[in-house]
């Protein structure tokens, strides 16, 4: 039996949800900057108070880690290399939590000699993959969300002796594998790789007149399962999702698992604060392998908080309350998409079963039978230990944060040696899971090798694509079948996970593209991939004209981008037993999709192309070579529609 003792990383969206982490007794606590956080709805912090915050924490022997975990846009390395130097200079954090791969140059120049940890989003999913991440410069890996006990067993089986492996242990889910989710970005901008999710997979959908939320998912729990993961030596760390919410959540959360971790015998006061912690109706999800739980099979409304009753009455609105209200608790009325949404404080105390009345804000009449949720409780325990937390802080110095000086650019710090940057052919791929006729002569044919469970014939002269999403299980098909590509004779490859690095031996012999969806969005990034073998890139479709312009001028190595096609809102491990593949399903909004299951991961494709083939001469004038068009079947209920497929060109992508 393992004598591992993981550390419980607590999350911190605001001051007072950090001093609840430091209250309850966490190891370490992570939080975010205002910006370039993969939580940007969160209060976040500046670097002011971070770094008195940091002090305190210290003061108790409590880690913090500073989530960085943001994609890059070529614009923004200036700016980001200043916010690290100041970041480095006056906060004495303990690790960077990052998914773009420009932070570690970025952070190295600034000054940072600690730790960097790979975000879940960066999605490295199997066991080579994670000695690839170590030879980037990672110390520690963020599992996803979506494995298994198994599979987290036989990652931590492989992973070299200096890498440690981080697992969430609570918190919210997300319908689609992080790193994979487009869906946010497609419906108006806001990318979920930058923090701005507005969570569209939350919403009601409708298939053949049957109204749902399909994609909204219990939250994940594993409650009493972490004793199975403190048998894994390699999980040093416990972490608890959870940026956004309250501080009443991050200190009974941290709670709970402090005693299923030190004193399993007390699991029954330990699962007590977990359902007083205010979350949604949570499950295992993929923990046990043989007892598999949906999250999207669930009975309640997946709200947030603590269920307290339904609307009567709408026209003088009340609800009974199944819990006492106390004064100070915030309630949210409804869902986010719901036009009479509203949050409202309590004034007074409430018993149980006691009537509660709400103010008339809303101009939007209520819907009778609407779930109201306790989603913040400032109990006189907590406010308490908050309160004498907040009188402490004052007592450390403030620190001025000021510009620094003789400060010199990441362009400077980064600048390529010259050279001559090879002239790369113009060409068009086409991209398909089958057999693609051919029209002209200047035409490439990609192929994804996953189709047909890794049967398609690898040939000389087709592009072989590889999976955005790679499970431990598939791992070794996918390293025989390149093998045998390889031994005969193929040489162009697109992998859509840096990591995927690690089936290549010897890279520098052969053609090896990084896929769209390895998220590439800045020249940094571009030109560290250069030095590790890669031959080109295919930049991020979710990018805006700005950026897309910018890049080939300041890249080694030459460009392709998706030109033309289906590309997905997000890719998942799950559907909801109540979804149909291949059928339409359509948003509030009157947005129109379709599920279709490639291996074991379900894509979900909106009904019209991504199109930029109108800006084709722009692009070849920025400096493009390679374009891009993905081919999907399109099931014979979904009709395509005509719209704009420009995505975010016109947009400054958020």
Known sequence: MSTNIPKILAPAGDKNSFFAAIAAGADAIYCGLKIFSARMEAQNFSIEELARLTKLAKSRHIKVYVAFN???????????????????????????????????????????????????????????????????????????????????????QNTPEDIELEAFIHGALCYSISGRCYWSSWFGGKSSLRGRCVQPCRRMYDQKGDKKRYFSCMDFSADVLVKVLKQIPK???????????????????????????????????????????????????????????NPLDHSSETGSGLFAGRIKNPASPYFITREALLPSDLLRIGFEDDQFHSVQRVTRAVPKKGKFYLGNKSKYRIKKGTAVYIIDRRGSEL????????????????????????????????????YRKPKARIMEMNLSRGRHRQKYSHEETGVWISSQGYSVAPSKRNWLWLDPVLFPDEEKICSEYIAKAIKK????????????????????????????????????????????????????????????????????????????????LGISR???????????????????????KQNSNYFIFPNWYLDLTSKKEILLEAGYSHFIHIHETIPRDVKIKNRPGLWNWDLSLL
């Not at 308490?384 to 362009?411: F, M, N, Q, Y």
């Open 235 to 293: 999980i040093t760390t416990w972490k608890i999702e959870g940026r956004k919410k309250s501080p009443h959540y991050v200190y009974y959360t941290v709670k709970a698992y402090k005693l299923l971790r030190d004193e399993p015998k007390k699991k029954k006061e330990a699962l007590s604060y977990l359902d007083y912690a205010m979350g949604r109706e949570f499950g295992h999800y993929n923990l046990l392998s043989q007892r598999i739980m």
């Open 383 to 418: 406010v308490s230990i908050i309160k004498s937390l907040e009188d402490e802080l004052t007592g450390i110095e403030k620190i001025s944060i000021r510009p620094v000086k003789d400060i010199h650019t990441a362009a400077q710090h980064q600048k390529p040696e010259k």
């Open 489 to 568: 004779g193929a040489k162009n490859f697109v992998l859509n996970a840096l990591w995927q690095l690690s089936f290549f031996k010897n890279p520098n012999q052969l053609n090896l593209w990084a896929g769209p969806f390895c998220n590439v969005t800045n020249s940094m990034t571009v030109n560290l991939l250069k030095q590790t073998g890669f031959s080109g890139a295919i930049v991020s479709p979710e990018l805006d004209k700005e950026t897309f312009c910018s890049l080939p001028k300041a890249c080694d190595l030459p460009l392709g981008i998706v030109t033309y096609g289906n590309w997905p």
């Open 70 to 156: 943001s994609i890059i846009k070529e614009s923004e390395q200036e700016k980001v290399y200043k916010i690290l130097h100041k970041l480095c200079k006056f906060v004495d954090f303990d690790a960077l939590i990052v998914q773009d791969l420009a932070m570690i140059p970025l952070a190295k120049k600034a000054g940072f000699k600690k730790e960097f940890h790979l975000s879940t989003l960066g999605n490295c999913t199997f066991s080579s993959g994670i000695k690839t991440a170590s030879r980037f410069g990672f110390k520690k890996i963020v599992l996803p969300r979506e494995f298994t006990i198994d599979e987290m067993k036989k990652i931590a």
């Open 574 to 596: 799950i559907i909801s037993n109540d979804l149909k593949t291949n059928k339409p399903i359509t948003s509030p909004k009157g947005e129109t999709a379709w599920i279709s």
